[in-house]
């Protein structure tokens, strides 16, 4: 009998995709002629949330699918050099015994399913889904807990993004500090919990929100 399904974020969250995504962001940045970040802004960004990052950069909507697609496609080069946040794997295999666990992400399956198969973590997770839109995850997530209807779902994630998503689906948010966004960000958008490190994924009570 499983407690509760825990649905994870990929990048940032899992997968130590940080430094990549700040080379792969500049290379687009060349290519579409918007703001590429410069390595003394990073600390600075982290307390920006996704549409404030838009704006900083001059990214515009609609150019926006075409910047993720691309994205997708030179991660995938870049995953054989990317390894799981410290200390998550044997987490994860911990809350996999007593819970059902899913990945939702922007990155693309092909490329989570790559990973998980080098790292050897593809039987911990009952599904994989992929959103096409950045702020579409709530969508996904409320099709999954319709799946699991019997069950507390907790979204765990690194972005404000991620705390709205859930919020969005009435499932209990938690967002982690070791991705992209600061835990003084994450604070202000009020999680349900906020984790500083891995093991923090253990002491949290799976329930609904009310």
Not at 4 to 31: P, R, S, W, Y
């Amino acid at each position: 009998m499983k407690n509760a399904v825990l649905l994870f974020d990929f990048d940032g969250t899992i997968a130590d995709t940080f430094e990549h995504a700040i080379g792969i962001f500049n290379q687009l940045a060349a290519k579409h002629h918007f703001k590429a970040i410069d390595p003394a802004q990073i600390a600075s960004l982290r307390n920006l949330d996704s549409r404030a990052l838009m704006q900083q950069f001059g990214i515009p909507k609609l150019l926006l699918p075409i910047v993720i697609l691309e994205a997708r496609k030179l991660l995938t080069e870049q995953l054989a050099n990317t390894e799981p946040i410290r200390g998550l794997v044997d987490v994860i295999k911990q809350l996999s015994t007593h819970n059902t666990l899913a990945i939702i992400t922007s990155n693309s399956k092909e490329n989570v399913e790559l990973f998980l198969d080098q790292h050897e973590l593809s039987e911990l997770f009952a599904s994989i889904h992929s959103s096409k839109h950045i702020f579409g995850k709530s969508s996904v997530i409320k099709k999954i807990t319709k799946q699991y209807s019997d069950l507390p779902a907790v979204y765990i994630g690194d972005e404000t993004r991620d705390i709205e998503a859930a919020k969005q689906a009435n499932v209990t948010a938690v967002a982690v500090s070791w991705g992209f966004n600061s835990a003084t960000i994450l604070k202000q958008y009020q999680p349900d919990y906020l984790a500083q490190q891995p093991d923090d994924l253990l002491t949290i009570p799976m329930s609904k929100r009310s």
